[in-house]
């Protein structure tokens, strides 16, 4: 769906490959620097980012940090306590799908959750209209 003139980079570490395998070939306008972006230029290349799509990591966390707007999906985790900080240099978009058993981290219902309905359930519809109604595409 989205316009070919958008430049996507898709970062992650070498234990996420195989997610991503998933989702090739990727189209020309697609970047990937999987597995190759060490620390010091991954801050790099979010600084220069319009706006960063990630879960509540320490990626989102550095958006944050660097004033790029950022696309938080998050699941078993309580935004307003661990999601990236918002500031008035900076935009945070929070995504969930809101269960009913959210936000779980670290307690029982977390530890027997064997679905994780709560990240499944955020679709790519959902993510789309956050950065539509955000006028970036």
Known sequence: RLSKDIQ???VGNKNEDEFFDKLKPYPNNVLDLVAQ????DLIGVIENA???????????????????????????????????????????????????????????????CKD?????????DMVYNSIKSAKLI
């Open 8 to 10: 996507v980079v898709i």
């Open 50 to 112: 319009t706006a960063l799509v990630a879960t509540d990591t320490g990626t989102a966390h550095l958006a944050s940090a660097v004033n790029t707007e950022v696309f938080a999906l998050i699941g078993p985790t309580p935004a307003e306590v661990t999601g990236p900080y918002q500031s008035p240099n900076n935009k945070v978009n929070i995504i969930s799908s809101h269960q009913k058993c959210a936000p779980c981290y670290k307690t029982d219902v977390m530890w027997s």
């Open 116 to 124: 994780n309905v709560c990240m499944k359930e955020i679709s790519a």
């Open 37 to 40: 972006t060490p620390l010091s």
